[in-house]
């Protein structure tokens, strides 16, 4: 989206200001950021090097969460910052869901992580842009899932009662499917690359 050239700009210019006068601004999905969005982050990153040798600036890694952010932004057609940090925090929130349902902790290098976060940033997109999922049929799959793996679905339904307690979002069975199978993966293979 050509808009980026106008806002990181604008962006850019506002930190190096802001880094003058010693301000910095904390960016609170930094750590998110940097882990569901990796190539948009690490693009983020140079364009911090590129900073600092052009103008012996050095900001911060948190700036490089705000950059991603603008990046992540013009890849998507018609949406907003507001609505890129909204799918970052869904999904911040729905793996502290999963971390507290399941007392358990993830590795993030593991294939099955990386596979969830990347379902979950699916769905957040779908939740927020107000695209659900086509199809709704797959009920009798559902409930062998739903028998086999209950800790996962129960887990499921926490998700699903958060998301549409604060987003007034209906979690679809299909997509209940979907993130039962992955929460299933995550909390059996965690860590089995």
Same mark, same amino acid.
């Given at each position: 989206?050509?808009?980026?050239?106008?806002?990181?700009?604008?962006? @850019?210019?506002?930190?190096?200001?802001?880094?003058?006068?010693? #301000?910095?601004?904390?960016?609170?999905?930094?750590?998110?950021?940097?882990?569901?969005?990796?190539?948009?982050?690490?693009?983020?990153?140079?364009?911090?090097?590129?900073?600092?040798?052009?103008?012996?600036?050095?900001?911060?890694?948190?700036?490089?969460?705000?950059?991603?952010?603008?990046?992540?932004?013009?890849?998507?057609?018609?949406?907003?910052?507001?609505?890129?940090?909204?799918?970052?925090?869904?999904?911040?929130?729905?793996?502290?869901?999963?971390?507290?349902?399941?007392?358990?902790?993830?590795?993030?290098?593991?294939?099955?992580?990386?596979?969830?976060?990347?379902?979950?940033?699916?769905?957040?997109?779908?939740?927020?842009?107000?695209?659900?999922?086509?199809?709704?049929?797959?009920?009798? /799959?559902?409930? @062998?899932?739903?028998?086999?793996?209950?800790?996962?679905?129960?887990?499921?339904?926490? #998700?699903?009662?958060? @998301?549409?307690?604060?987003?007034?979002?209906? =979690? /679809?069975?299909?997509?209940?499917?979907?993130?039962? #199978?992955? =929460?299933?993966? /995550?909390?059996?293979?965690?860590?089995?690359?």
């Amino acid at each position: 989206n050509d808009i980026i050239y106008v806002s990181l700009s604008d962006h @850019i210019h506002a930190a190096i200001e802001r880094a003058k006068e010693g #301000i910095y601004l904390p960016n609170t999905m930094n750590w998110e950021i940097a882990h569901y969005y990796e190539n948009e982050y690490a693009l983020a990153l140079k364009a911090l090097e590129m900073i600092r040798r052009k103008t012996g600036i050095e900001l911060k890694d948190d700036e490089a969460s705000f950059i991603a952010l603008h990046i992540i932004n013009s890849e998507k057609e018609n949406s907003s910052l507001e609505e890129t940090t909204k799918v970052a925090r869904i999904i911040r929130e729905i793996l502290k869901i999963v971390r507290n349902h399941l007392q358990k902790d993830f590795s993030n290098d593991s294939v099955h992580f990386y596979r969830f976060v990347t379902h979950i940033k699916f769905f957040a997109h779908r939740l927020v842009y107000d695209k659900p999922h086509n199809s709704d049929n797959n009920s009798e /799959l559902l409930e @062998i899932i739903k028998n086999k793996y209950q800790d996962s679905y129960h887990c499921v339904e926490a #998700i699903s009662k958060m @998301i549409y307690q604060k987003y007034n979002y209906r =979690v /679809l069975q299909e997509e209940k499917l979907y993130l039962t #199978i992955h =929460v299933h993966r /995550l909390t059996y293979n965690n860590g089995n690359n």
